[in-house]
């Protein structure tokens, strides 16, 4: 239990010297009172004055983690008590404060829970999670290209993403392996086509929509959306533009 950590700790001579601060004492009255606010103002006052005070950096990490309210208050409470095992590295303690970083670690990444009837919105941050890897994947590769370059080495130019999700090209080569033609860029000026695909319904873009907005609006997801739409920049969407709907989602 993490609960009670605060004052557990039989204090060395260094520790009792750091605990005779005024601030630092103002600090324990408050938490006698259970003025949480209150202690931990006057612990922060105590490093003001001694910014080495392990036994102030270990009462701030138990009241963040603890005690106090606040949406940074794990990582607050990570920073202190690190700051307490940079301070007291030999300290026979150093185990359970070692924990409790772990205990915080774990609160910071936990999953983020979604309302009920919000799959959709669930499915989104899914597929934004796959782009932002894919675009991650990508940097590095650019990256990797720059520095050789840099180098004077002979390197290979990154594949290029194909859009709508097709095999990747490598600059200057043919495709990997063959496909059907990539379908023509939607735009406000094109025609409209009188005969869509099977199951597609078409769009007209209106003032305020979003590629997110038109998928729920639809009941289609953003990824379906986006892939029946490849030479649509989702970020400069125009008003009038035509869009074509996939399948509503079952």
Sequence with gaps: MAAGLGGCFMPSDRQ?????????????????????????????????????????????????????????????????????????????????????????KTELAKPIIFPPGSQALQREMEQLKVENAQLKTQIEAWRAYAASLASGAKAQVPPVPVAGGGTPVAQGQGPVSPGPPAPATLSSNAPVSRAPAAGMRQYSVQSGDTPSSIARKHNVSLNALLSANPGVDPRHLKIGQVLKIPPASQ
């Design 16 to 104: 009792l010297d750091e605990q005779k601060d005024q601030y630092f004492i103002a600090g324990k009255a408050a938490l006698n009172r259970f003025d949480y606010k209150g202690a931990a103002q006057a612990f922060e006052k105590a490093l003001e004055v001694n910014p080495r005070s392990a036994s102030a950096h270990f009462e701030l990490g138990v009241l963040y983690e603890q005690k106090l309210q606040g949406e940074n208050n794990y990582a607050i409470a990570i920073y202190h008590y690190n700051r307490f095992l940079q301070l007291r590295p030999d300290s026979e303690y150093a185990g359970v404060v070692t924990q409790r970083i772990m205990a915080c």
